[in-house]
């Protein structure tokens, strides 16, 4: 052992000689481009492959400057970030948002976001690089071009981040549209960085912690054809990605038209994206317009509240075709119990 060690040490140093008498005789003819080194997504066991950005590969230096833009108000003019609307306590979401359409939409939580290649409750964005464009609008960060680039070039540490993550060696060179992009490329970046897989479920997966046997009979029920959850929250993200009317409107206008108001099929009519339920003690109120407080009033709802219409995903009937769970008390308690399960506090130091 001790031998192949002593070896390979003298062939590096040979190597390391001749790659250093080659430089010193013919320097490069030109400066490599200023690309940064590739920033190290480390995948959880278990989990799938992520969806990675061609356009976009992550480095160390945009991840960086993707997090400290995503926390700072100098993007806006209204004292607004990204993280006050996504604040970390609430695993990156906030409970709810009022918007000028109307529309009243609990804030998505970011999380695993690097699993997903459809986005938004109601599936209305698929490309994650470029999804942050829309917060520059007035109703969001309201911001103006003068404004970002006199604050971002004034800034101590931004132009050197700028530099080093994307070579811009001017901000102000750079057209508006150009500027916002290489924002939103940096902050969704950081985004696919945001992974969670240190619950105590995964502690008890991997046989670090136990579960009570509370959360053993939530578990059980979650799991299996009685509570029917893993169908459109299972896997390791706790989510099947698909779209799914799980029954919370019998009337559909607005918003709760769901994905139907990107597809514009009357089959869509209703079916949001299936959210992760990693982290979700952390997101209340439930549901995409924050419409249960309480984890407990959503396993209530499953157990005796959903609504029968025409896009109701079939997985809602299977026992005998009647559409309400039936459980007991202390299996809601313990179904809730599980859940709180899915909690990762490590995740949100992020
Ligand atoms: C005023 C509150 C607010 C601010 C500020 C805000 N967001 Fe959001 N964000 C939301 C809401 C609400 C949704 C859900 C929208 C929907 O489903 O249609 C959302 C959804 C998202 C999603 C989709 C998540 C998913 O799982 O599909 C991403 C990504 C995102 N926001 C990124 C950002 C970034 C990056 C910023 C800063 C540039 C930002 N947001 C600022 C409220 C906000
Ligand atoms: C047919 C697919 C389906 C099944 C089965 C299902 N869900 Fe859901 N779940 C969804 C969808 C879709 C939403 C989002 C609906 C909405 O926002 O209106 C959701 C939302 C939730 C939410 C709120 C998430 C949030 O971020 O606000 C929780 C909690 C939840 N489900 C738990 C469960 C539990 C527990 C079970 C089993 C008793 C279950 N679900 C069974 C599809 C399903």
Same mark, same amino acid.
């Given at each position: 052992?001790?031998?192949?060690?002593?070896?390979? $040490?003298?062939?590096?140093?040979?190597?390391?000689?001749? $790659? !250093?008498?080659?430089c010193?005789?013919?320097?490069?003819?030109?400066?490599?481009?200023?690309?940064?080194?590739?920033?190290?997504?480390v995948?959880?066991?278990? !989990?799938?492959?992520?969806?990675?950005?061609d356009?976009?590969?992550?480095?160390?230096?945009?991840?960086?400057?993707? @997090?400290?833009?995503?926390?700072?108000?100098?993007?806006?003019?209204?004292?607004?970030?990204?993280?006050?609307?996504? @604040?970390?306590?609430?695993?990156f979401?906030?409970?709810?948002?009022?918007?000028?359409? +109307?529309?009243?939409?609990?804030?998505?939580?970011?999380?695993?976001?690097?699993?997903?290649n459809?986005?938004?409750?109601?599936?209305?964005?698929?490309?994650?690089d470029?999804?942050p464009?829309?917060?520059?609008?007035?109703?969001i960060?309201?911001?103006?071009? $003068?404004?970002?680039?006199?604050?971002?070039?004034?800034?101590?540490?931004?132009?050197?981040?700028f530099?080093? $993550?994307?070579?811009i060696?001017?901000?102000?060179?750079?057209?508006?549209?150009?500027?916002?992009?290489?924002?939103?490329?940096?902050?969704?970046?950081?985004? @696919?960085?945001?992974?969670?897989?240190?619950?105590?479920?995964?502690?008890?997966?991997?046989?670090?912690?136990?579960?009570?046997?509370m959360?053993?009979?939530?578990?059980?029920?979650?799991?299996?054809?009685?509570?029917?959850?893993?169908?459109?929250? +299972?896997?390791?993200l !706790?989510?099947?990605? +698909?779209?799914?009317?799980?029954?919370?409107?019998?009337?559909?206008?607005?918003?709760n038209?769901?994905?139907?108001?990107?597809?514009?099929?009357?089959?869509?009519?209703?079916?949001?994206?299936?959210?992760?339920? @990693?982290?979700?003690?952390?997101?209340?109120?439930?549901?995409?317009?924050?419409?249960?407080?309480?984890?407990?009033?959503?396993?209530?709802?499953?157990?005796s509240?959903?609504?029968?219409?025409?896009?109701?995903?079939?997985?809602?009937?299977?026992?005998?075709n009647?559409?309400?769970?039936?459980?007991?008390?202390?299996?809601?308690?313990?179904?809730?119990?599980?859940?709180?399960?899915?909690?990762?506090?490590?995740?949100?130091?992020?």
């Amino acid at each position: 052992m001790q031998k192949i060690f002593l070896k390979l $040490a003298v062939i590096s140093g040979f190597a390391f000689l001749l $790659a !250093f008498s080659n430089c010193k005789k013919t320097p490069p003819a030109e400066q490599p481009p200023a690309v940064d080194k590739p920033y190290n997504l480390v995948i959880p066991a278990g !989990f799938p492959k992520p969806y990675l950005s061609d356009k976009n590969p992550l480095t160390e230096k945009g991840v960086q400057l993707g @997090r400290m833009l995503y926390n700072d108000p100098i993007l806006s003019t209204n004292g607004t970030s990204c993280s006050s609307c996504h @604040r970390s306590q609430n695993s990156f979401s906030k409970p709810i948002q009022k918007f000028n359409n +109307g529309y009243t939409i609990s804030v998505m939580p970011h999380i695993n976001l690097a699993f997903k290649n459809i986005y938004n409750w109601e599936g209305s964005a698929p490309d994650l690089d470029l999804l942050p464009l829309g917060d520059f609008e007035p109703e969001i960060f309201n911001s103006n071009e $003068a404004d970002m680039k006199a604050k971002l070039s004034a800034h101590p540490i931004y132009p050197s981040l700028f530099k080093a $993550a994307f070579g811009i060696d001017n901000l102000n060179a750079l057209s508006y549209m150009d500027l916002k992009i290489k924002i939103s490329y940096a902050i969704t970046q950081y985004l @696919r960085t945001m992974i969670s897989a240190n619950s105590k479920y995964d502690r008890y997966l991997a046989k670090k912690e136990d579960l009570t046997p509370m959360e053993k009979m939530g578990m059980q029920l979650f799991f299996t054809e009685k509570g029917d959850c893993f169908h459109c929250h +299972g896997g390791p993200l !706790f989510t099947d990605n +698909g779209f799914h009317n799980n029954g919370v409107d019998s009337v559909f206008t607005g918003f709760n038209l769901g994905y139907n108001l990107t597809t514009k099929q009357a089959t869509d009519i209703g079916k949001f994206h299936s959210p992760t339920l @990693r982290n979700i003690e952390l997101t209340a109120p439930y549901m995409h317009d924050g419409r249960f407080a309480t984890l407990e009033d959503v396993v209530e709802f499953y157990n005796s509240g959903v609504n029968n219409t025409k896009t109701l995903d079939a997985i809602m009937f299977k026992r005998k075709n009647v559409n309400a769970l039936n459980l007991s008390d202390i299996e809601k308690t313990a179904l809730v119990h599980f859940l709180k399960t899915l909690t990762d506090t490590s995740f949100l130091k992020m």
